[in-house]
Nanobody
Framework: VQLQASGGGSVQAGGSLRLSCVASHGAYDNYALGWFRQAPGKEREFVAATSWSGVSTSYGDSVKGRFTISRDNAKNTVYLQMNSLKPEDTAVYYC????????????????WGKGTLVTVSS
């Protein structure tokens, strides 16, 4: 199971970014996919997750209404559209996959990709 995230970068507050994560080696079908983030000196935080069908989604409280998770089954890719970015969104963002769809937030998932850095300046 391999996950490769991309799309991080620097943006000013109020701006937008879209992260992408390509899943390979059987990670895509029937797995929940999600995003986590970790800011310097802080614990890892759940951001969003989507069920294998993409119909069901869940979000962390700090990103609700600003971030949207989606998946493209034809491309084995999950996206995180981030709007109205704030300096406190600055973190390394990680893509992850899990065997189970919990229907809510996750403390962790089974498989992890390398992170992509998002920096939001004020």
């Amino acid at each position: 199971v391999q996950l490769q995230a991309s799309g991080g970068g620097s943006v000013q507050a109020g701006g937008s970014l879209r992260l992408s994560c390509v899943a390979s080696h059987g990670a895509y079908d029937n797995y929940a996919l999600g995003w986590f983030r970790q800011a310097p000196g802080k614990e890892r935080e759940f951001v969003a997750a989507t069920s294998w069908s993409g119909v069901s989604t869940s979000y962390g409280d700090s990103v609700k209404g600003r971030f949207t998770i989606s998946r493209d089954n034809a491309k084995n890719t999950v996206y995180l559209q981030m709007n109205s970015l704030k300096p406190e969104d600055t973190a390394v963002y990680y893509c992850a996959a899990d065997h189970l769809w919990l229907g809510g937030t996750y403390a962790r998932m089974d498989y992890w990709g390398k992170g992509t850095l998002v920096t939001v300046s004020s």
